[in-house]
């Protein structure tokens, strides 16, 4: 079949059609129900850890106890960077957004690490192991060195999430802010065909070192349209400031059909299930460490939008929540996307593994809409 005399139908953005077999997650967007290989997100969410939510989407099973100790403690033993990579983020520029930078930390990473022999299976555990246990390394070291402060090595007695929070603060982490970070991790780790997980498979099928497959999806999460709407619906709370001028400034954005970040979703018509975990949280958090007004700010959007847009099927989705909670967290505004991206590695790799066993590249087809065969006038006839 040529491309340039075929002209299949062109569906913009891919909207719609099947661009793998995946059993890794499922959505139902009416019934606002998410699954991670067949388990509720609910459920994970409120009787797992991160770490047992990667090794299911990776393995497609939850471990057994014996399976998650091993697991659990190679990502503890692997969470060091080496030094040649702090030295490298102390010379980036401290104004780098903290995804311009992890996603060069994790192509760096892959110049120390084997990644080329992408089907042998002790490259793959490798690549598994140093990707989710060093990328929150690589994230809290930049967020310190861009402030004057040095890196923190990682502890080893510590969880992921807990463990992330020393990183950042060197405090002691609470334990209650330390399990709310760990369900947002959980919350963020796959969503099945979204434009970075795409990314990534595209990657992988071209057999490239899993390095370059999570980098550049990486670069994709990066963009405003993906990952940084959570970022977007905190400067709106912080905009508006006090919860008597929701009505106004809300009311007047939906008068004039502006789009409230943290709501709507391309596949949910219904509350997304995360932001529903993510409300719960919220509130065991400020119960825990005080009230924030942002989150009465931000209850009074959703009974807003609720009220004139809900007939659309217009709901919070994830990042409606997800930035309050960060910021409580204490983790810098412009640092959400890459703590979104810390969880994702998890999908991404797993998306990684499936694309692999049964690896065709991807190639599509294209619409050509450009000039017919035309004669070409050699330069000095040019005028
Ligand atoms: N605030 C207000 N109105 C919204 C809205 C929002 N966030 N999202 C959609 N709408 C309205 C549209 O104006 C449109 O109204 P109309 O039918 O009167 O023209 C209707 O709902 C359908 O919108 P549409 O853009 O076709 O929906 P979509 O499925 O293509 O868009 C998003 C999904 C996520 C792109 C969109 O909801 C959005 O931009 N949300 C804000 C950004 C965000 O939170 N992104 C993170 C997603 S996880």
Known sequence: MSETTTKPAFVNGLEGIPAAESGVSSINGQLGKLYYRGY????LAEHCTFEEVAWLLLYGELPSQ?????????????????????DMLKHVPVTA????????????????????????PEVQQSAVINLISKVPTLVAAFLRLREGNSAITPRDDLGLAANFLYMLTEREPDPVAARVLDVCLILHAEHTMNASTFTSRVVASTLADPYAVVSSAVGSLSGPLHGGANEQVLYLLDS????????????????????????????????????????????RLFDHLGTDERYEIARRIETLATERLGSKGIYPNVDFYSGIVYSKLEIPTDAFTAIFGISRVAGWLAHW??????????????VYNGAAHRELTPMHQRG
């Open 66 to 86: 014996s399976q998650l100790a091993t697991f659990d403690g190679q990502l503890r033993q692997h969470r060091r960077l080496k030094y040649n990579i702090v």
């Open 240 to 283: 508006i400031g006090s919860v008597d001028r929701v009505d106004e400034v809300v009311g007047g954005m939906i008068d004039r059909k502006d789009k409230i970040m943290g709501m709507g979703h391309r596949v949910y018509k219904t509350k997304d299930p995360r932001a529903k975990v993510l409300q719960k949280l919220a509130t």
């Open 97 to 120: 957004h903290p995804m311009a930078v992890l996603q060069t930390g994790i192509g760096a990473l892959g110049m120390f690490y084997p990644g080329r022999e992408v089907q042998k």
């Open 353 to 366: 593994l499936e694309q692999l066993d049964g690896n065709r590249i991807f190639r599509p087809t294209q």
């Open 40 to 43: 509720a997100i609910e459920d």
